[in-house]
């Protein structure tokens, strides 16, 4: 069964860094697509940015590209979202998802809150 357990969230002052974590157990497959999305009350869940596994191929939303930085530890397959320059509209609860290469199968996290506040 997979698992994907989401950390790193809290409040943050505008202009100010964040650093998501999420961690995955119970994958088995050698080839899948590691993602954070984001919901922000009254919003539908948008999509932010992707790692491929393996390859560490990067994309990102438009919304938070140069900003935000997806990146993998492969020591224990760990996802990492560094979000600087944190505004108000980034306030939401971040999922963290897995979607395998060729199923349609995919997992969410429980969500982590990020608040950004003065």
């Known amino acids: 069964q997979v698992h994907l357990v989401e950390s790193g969230g809290g409040l943050v002052q505008p202009g100010g860094s964040l650093r998501l974590s999420c961690a995955p157990s119970?994958?088995?497959?050698?080839?899948?697509?590691m993602s954070w999305y984001r919901q922000a009350p009254g919003n539908e869940r948008e999509w932010v940015a992707t790692?491929?596994?393996?390859?560490?191929?990067?994309n990102y939303a438009d919304s938070v590209k140069g900003r935000y930085t997806i990146s993998r530890d492969s020591s224990d397959n760990t996802i990492n979202l560094q979000m600087s320059g944190l505004e108000p509209e980034d306030t939401a609860v971040y999922y963290c998802?897995?979607?395998?290469?060729?199923?349609?199968?995919?997992?969410w996290g429980q969500g982590t809150q990020v608040t950004v506040s003065s």
């Open positions: 998802n897995v979607r395998f290469s060729g199923s349609p199968l995919n997992y």
């Open positions: 119970g994958i088995t497959s050698s080839r899948y697509y």
């Open positions: 790692i491929t596994v393996p390859g560490g191929i990067t």
